[in-house]
């Protein structure tokens, strides 16, 4: 099998494929999560502010959030509340998300690189409706044989969990041998990178969410999708 060939067309020495987070990294639409929750939990008299959301409960998926805004508050919520809640959630999210390009400038394209020069997946806290819908909007749904998403693992993020699946239905899919440590992990938070790193994955951080200082364990940082090439990573990969 020929090895795989960058956009200048040299061959990649190192790099077997990218696993991308969806929020935050693909789709810029944390701050859109945050006002979705926030009309949500005002309904129940819960205040979220923005840095309890950042600082404390970004890295979860919708049921972890829930969760743990209940511990924090000292409310209990049963099972059938948070999954009416999620709804509403999804809903707000939906209507925010129907206004406009939810992408970040860049990703586009560098998806589609990657995408034609390696094998790329998805390891997402998202709920899975919701990336097919930004995806699908933006023409990019065909790219990903991978997608892992919120309740497709028993733990999420900061567990390994999510991304040692995307990585094992990824080798499967592919039907290739792939190492750990020649696949790159691309997040925007320091849970996320937990979960990359737990898996064997090597960890790119973006600045999108949080300042380079609140991106423990990234290997190489960058400001978004659009300042990053498969170069970049193919080097990353060859340490």
């Given at each position: 099998m020929n090895a795989p060939r960058?956009?200048?067309?040299?061959p990649l020495r190192a790099?077997?494929?990218?696993?991308?987070?969806?929020?935050?990294?693909?789709?810029?639409?944390?701050?859109?999560?945050?006002?979705?929750f926030q009309r949500t939990l005002t309904g129940i008299g819960i205040e979220l502010t923005a840095a309890d959301y950042f600082g404390q409960y970004l890295g979860f998926d919708d049921v972890g959030v829930f969760h743990a805004i209940a511990r924090h508050t000292g409310r209990e919520l049963h099972d059938d509340e948070i999954a009416r809640l999620i709804e509403q959630k999804g809903a707000h999210l939906?209507?925010?998300?129907?206004?406009?390009?939810a992408l970040f400038p860049g990703a586009r394209d560098f998806i589609r690189t990657a995408a034609a020069t390696v094998?790329?997946?998805i390891a997402s806290g998202a709920l899975r409706h919701e990336i097919d819908e930004v995806l699908g909007a933006a023409g990019l749904a065909d790219l990903f044989p991978v997608?892992?998403?919120?309740?497709?693992?028993?733990d999420s993020k900061p567990s390994p969990a999510p991304y040692d699946l995307a990585f094992r239905?990824?080798?499967?899919?592919t039907g290739r041998t792939l190492e750990r440590h020649r696949c790159v992990a691309i997040e925007d938070s320091r849970w996320g990178l937990d979960s990359a790193?737990?898996?064997?994955?090597?960890?790119?951080g973006v600045t999108n969410s949080y300042p380079a200082h609140e991106?423990?364990?990234a290997e190489l940082i960058a400001g978004g999708l659009s300042d990053l090439t498969l170069d970049a990573l193919d080097g990353l990969c060859s340490r």
């Open positions: 960058g956009p200048a067309g040299e790099l077997q494929a990218v696993v991308f987070d969806f929020d935050g990294v693909i789709a810029d639409s944390e701050p859109m999560h945050l006002r979705a939906r209507s925010m998300m129907s206004a406009g390009d094998p790329v997946a997608i892992v998403a919120s309740g497709d693992t028993p239905r990824l080798q499967a899919s790193r737990g898996a064997g994955l090597r960890c790119v991106l423990p364990g």
